[in-house]
């Protein structure tokens, strides 16, 4: 296992940024306030090792691949448990903090939940 946190809050936005933008924004428990209503936050952990493609993410009660990370996102997750993974399957990513992911349809998030990268 390379990461695993447990989802401790869902912000107000979380839902709609899925539907529209295909994305999930996760922060740390110590998310700045100004960010609450727009991430799933949750537990801090260590990452054991980096993510790369290939590797499987699983959200909830979904499970997707990774198929693309972006430059900074492992800097990233690894100081504030911050990236955005983006549910379009893409071979690149738009932004250096992504993660991109290939799977069936978006997570539903519920507090406890658990986050994981293997």
Do not use: W
């Not at 940024?17 to 100004?34: A, C, H």
């Amino acid at each position: 296992m390379k990461y695993e946190v447990t989802v401790t809050a869902i912000g107000d936005f979380v839902l709609p940024f899925m539907q529209t933008r295909e994305s999930v924004i996760l922060f740390n428990k110590d998310v700045p306030y100004e960010y609450e209503n727009m991430v799933v936050a949750h537990t801090k952990a260590e990452l054991a090792a980096d993510i790369v493609p290939g590797d499987t993410v699983s959200l909830a009660d979904r499970s997707y691949t990774v198929t693309a990370v972006g430059d900074e996102a492992m800097q990233t997750l690894r100081e504030n448990g911050h990236c955005t993974i983006v549910f379009a399957g893409k071979d690149t990513v738009e932004q250096p903090g992504q993660i991109m992911v290939k799977g069936d349809g978006i997570p539903r998030f519920m507090v406890g939940d658990v986050i994981r990268f293997t």
